[in-house]
């Protein structure tokens, strides 16, 4: 499936999704893996369910000083010999590195995998500065050689079979290979081992800051961070701003769920710790590091609506699980996040207005908020956008009248038996077997995909009206 593009609508690009035989087994076997994995994970981790409730009391308490923590950060990368930029949008975050590549005269840059550099579309204004950038974690090195964006946070080419990565190899490399992850892997690692030693510069993501040490941490189960840290001259880090979190000990907390949630991991195979540049008497590490701060709407949140998704690790585990996603994947979000947090997200970088649909690809089923490491209450985020979307009226004017009609009526209960009543009497030629198959004019949509359950014979307060009858007698 090639990538949908903003200007189809939504619902057509999840029916292309679903059309889409290849990416429905990959996305079965993918999260269904990751579902089984975390499970098993956790249930062989008693300690698990305290530490969820206290990463997310660290992840609140956090935010609730957010400004102290990240002076704190600022200053203690500085003192190890940082630099350490603010951007307050994709813009400026992208002018930055930008203008660190062009300083220090970098021609290629490697990267290792950062939701942060794909949120500001990093690489389109490398490229377009003449900078090379080169994917290197094997899920983003496959999709920049399909010319694809990630379409799932942990796992960017989740929706390819092995069978396309090895079609896509020939295409692209000229390499014949069995569709066979060991040896597909070998091809990427030769491919990429000498673009390590000619980058200029190493482009990176955080998974957390840790303030009173001024330590950048990365978590990766490929080799591919560390050699992006340590061998290209400059290292950037971009991260966002709610990544900061106090202590080492906090970090503790957070690395015991991260990788349980995400991978069922008991730990990623490497957790990289960075600790700004070479000091004299090192003999690896980068000449310069520079942390980039990325508010892009950010701090707008803490006193706004979408406040808890600030708390998210991007684990995915909360994609695995949604019934939309595992069905649709990522891509047809149409956006740089996909999944449930990936709607919020969405929303918060770039106005509710951009998920007016999007806002409805969701059961509220709350799974999501099962599965997340720190209990994000993502189904009553949702529900709260779909009520602002309705205020702002940016919801379809159909929606926003058949809603406020039946709002009307809900409030009028003599109005509401008798609408009930005239519904009895005008579904008669649709119900058959107990069921509605199909619904006329424009309401046809709703049973295009399901049927709808008529309106009972009697309702609950004829029923009850009855009950009490008879108890009287
Ligand atoms: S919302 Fe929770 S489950 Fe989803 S990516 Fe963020 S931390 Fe993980």
């Known amino acids: ?3 949908p ?6 619902r057509e690009r999840a029916g292309q999704a679903l059309d889409d035989r290849f990416l429905q087994e990959a996305l079965t076997i ?3 893996k990751f579902i089984t994995l975390r499970r098993e994970a956790f249930d062989a981790f008693p300690q698990g369910e305290a530490l969820r409730d206290q990463a997310r009391a660290i992840k609140e308490a956090t935010l609730q000083r957010l400004d102290h923590w990240l002076e704190m950060l600022i200053d203690n990368v500085e003192r190890r010999g940082g630099h350490v930029h603010y951007a307050t949008g994709a813009d400026e975050a992208r002018r930055i590195v930008l203008d660190i590549a062009r300083r220090t005269g970098a021609r290629m840059a490697v990267k290792s995998k950062s939701m942060a550099t794909e ?6 204004a490398l490229e377009a500065a003449g900078v090379t950038p080169v994917e290197t974690d094997l899920g983003e090195y496959i999709i920049q050689l399909a010319h694809e964006r990630p379409s799932h946070i942990i796992a960017p080419a989740i929706h390819k079979t092995k069978g396309q990565v090895a079609e896509l190899f020939r295409r692209e490399l000229n390499r014949d290979a069995a569709p066979d992850p060991e040896v597909l892997t070998q091809i990427a690692r030769a491919e990429l081992r000498q673009k390590f030693l000619q980058a200029d510069l190493g482009i990176t993501g955080a998974n957390f800051g840790v303030a009173e040490t001024g330590t950048v941490v990365l978590v990766t189960n490929e080799g591919n961070g560390r050699m992006v840290t340590s061998l290209p001259r400059v290292h950037v880090a971009v991260m966002g701003v709610e990544k900061v979190i ?3 000990t906090d970090l503790a907390v957070f690395l015991a769920i991260l990788a349980r949630s995400a991978t069922g991991q008991k730990l990623s195979v490497y957790t990289s710790l960075v600790n700004g ?5 090192e003999l690896e590490g980068p000449e310069e590091f520079h942390l980039v701060l990325l508010d892009n709407g950010r701090i707008r949140q803490i006193a706004g609506p979408l406040r808890e998704a600030l708390s998210c690790l991007r684990c995915g585990a909360c994609l695995n699980v949604c ?6 994947g990522g891509h047809a979000y149409g956006y740089t996040y996909p999944g449930p947090i990936g709607i919020l997200l969405t929303a918060m970088l770039n106005g509710p207005g951009s998920v007016k649909d999007l806002a409805h690809a969701s059961s509220l089923c709350g799974a999501c908020v099962d ?15 779909r009520r602002e979307l309705d205020e702002q009226r940016i919801a379809p004017w159909p929606e926003r009248v058949v809603f406020g009609a039946f709002a009307w009526l809900l409030q009028r209960p003599a109005l509401y038996r008798l609408s009930a009543r005239l519904g009895r009497l005008l579904q008669r030629p649709l119900a058959r077997n107990g069921r509605i198959r199909r619904l006329p004019l424009f309401f046809g949509s709703w049973t295009r995909t399901r049927d709808l359950p008529p309106i009972a014979a009697r309702t609950f307060h004829e029923r009850w009206a009855e009950l009490e009858r008879e108890a009287r007698r």
């Open 30 to 32: 993918a999260t269904t």
């Open 5 to 10: 593009d903003l200007a189809t609508p939504f």
């Open 323 to 328: 019934p939309v996603y595992r069905q649709i």
């Open 119 to 124: 949120e500001i579309h990093l690489n389109d």
């Open 246 to 248: 106090p202590s080492m």
């Open 371 to 385: 599965a997340c490491p720190v209990r994000i209450d993502i189904p009553r985020m949702l529900i709260e956008l």
């Open 277 to 281: 540049p070479r000091r004299g008497g």
């Open 1 to 3: 499936m090639s990538e």
